[in-house]
């Protein structure tokens, strides 16, 4: 299997400190910029499976699933706060886009 980077968003309709949420291949994912380096994260909590992270509260680089506080590293995907994590994506911007590393079939 191999990769490839899919545009997702323009940088500007991403604002500092607040998610967006991405739809992508039927997975939600949540798009973050934190001190203007993007992060991307799967926005299914891994507790009780809630597609809630892009309304987290976030605390530097960690985002806490609002439904039951479960906290998460928007750089290694792994719960800090609780057990397990969420997936990771690779994030790259050109210019004004924005663009996620999936897996392409």
């Known amino acids: 299997m ?5 545009k997702v968003a323009k940088a500007s309709d991403v604002f500092e400190k607040k998610a967006k949420l991405i739809r992508l291949d039927n997975e939600d994912i949540a798009l973050w910029r934190v001190d203007g380096k993007f992060y991307a994260i799967n926005n299914v909590c891994a507790h009780q499976h809630f597609s809630a992270l892009h309304q987290g509260e976030l605390d530097g680089l960690r985002v806490t699933c609002p439904m039951h506080g479960w906290t998460y590293s928007l750089e290694t995907g792994k719960a800090e706060a609780g057990s397990g994590q969420v997936k ?4 790259k911007v050109e210019g004004e886009n924005v663009f996620l590393e999936v897996d392409k079939p």
Do not use: A, G, L
Request: net charge neutral; no cysteine; aromatic share 22%.
């Open 88 to 91: 990771t994506y690779r994030v």
């Open 2 to 6: 191999s990769v490839e980077f899919v």
